[in-house]
């Protein structure tokens, strides 16, 4: 059973989704009082006052401020580093990571400890869209912009997980911090930096199914960002693999 909750939320110019998404996170915390949880919003160096909307909506919602920490990069910098602001904060004894959209519900969490996939071992957990359980309702250019990003981390990296690029993952803490500390990638390519660092310290990755949806407002750029994945495999691929045969 998870006793304590930091749920870990990278955002950059969320200013459109940001109150709907932090109604759903109040919703959360109140069903689940059981679990003791904050919730840790990490500004990426957003231009829109996406901050200074959360602030207002956090008066208008009444949120308890000990439960919601706004933490802030100067300049915007990418997912990973955000995310890893986020770890090197957090104070429970499990994170969860997620992305502003909340495409996969909170409540997902609660489902998988219903189901027993939750274990104290070597293990960490990152929400599939490949699995038969999922319940994805996704786009088609995502679906093929997937299997070419899955194919290159295999080709270069030999990752052979489904699916490493939905947002939604579960540490224990101490899991967490290290692999975080150690994390050297800013970008898209952050999630296949963690597969590779969770292989060397001999933690197991846990494929988990989720209930995902396309939400509008994606940032997600067809043109460009299937060239940032590919030269940010390319980098991992020469720091882990090339440098060291």
Request: with cysteine.
């Amino acid at each position: 059973m998870i006793k304590s909750l930091s749920i870990i939320i990278p955002f950059f110019n969320e200013k459109e989704r940001v109150k709907s998404s932090l109604i759903e996170i109040k919703k959360f915390i109140k069903k689940n009082r059981k679990i003791k949880i904050e919730v840790l919003l990490v500004d990426d160096g957003s231009t829109d006052n996406t901050k200074e909307k959360i602030l207002s909506i956090f008066k208008k919602l009444k949120v308890n401020k000990k439960s919601f920490r706004i933490l802030s990069l100067p300049r915007n910098q990418g997912k990973g580093k955000s995310l890893q602001k986020g770890v090197s904060k957090m104070k429970n004894d499990w994170a969860l990571t997620t992305d502003m959209d909340l495409s996969v519900p909170l409540e997902q969490l609660i489902q998988w400890l219903k189901r027993d996939f939750i274990h104290n071992k070597n293990e960490i957990y990152f929400g599939s869209r490949e699995l038969e359980d999922s319940i994805v309702k996704t786009k088609t250019y995502r679906k093929i912009l997937g299997i070419f990003f899955r194919f290159l981390s295999n080709l270069f990296l030999s990752i052979d997980l489904r699916d490493t690029q939905c947002g939604f993952k579960l540490y224990r803490k101490k899991y967490a911090k290290y692999i975080f500390s150690k994390m050297k990638s800013e970008r898209f390519e952050h999630d296949l930096e963690i597969v590779l660092l969770a292989k060397k310290l001999n933690y197991e990755v846990i494929e988990l199914p989720v209930e995902w949806e396309h939400r509008s407002g994606s940032k997600l750029n067809i043109l460009v960002d299937p060239w940032k994945m590919f030269f940010g495999i390319l980098k991992l691929w020469y720091k882990n693999v090339l440098t060291k045969r």
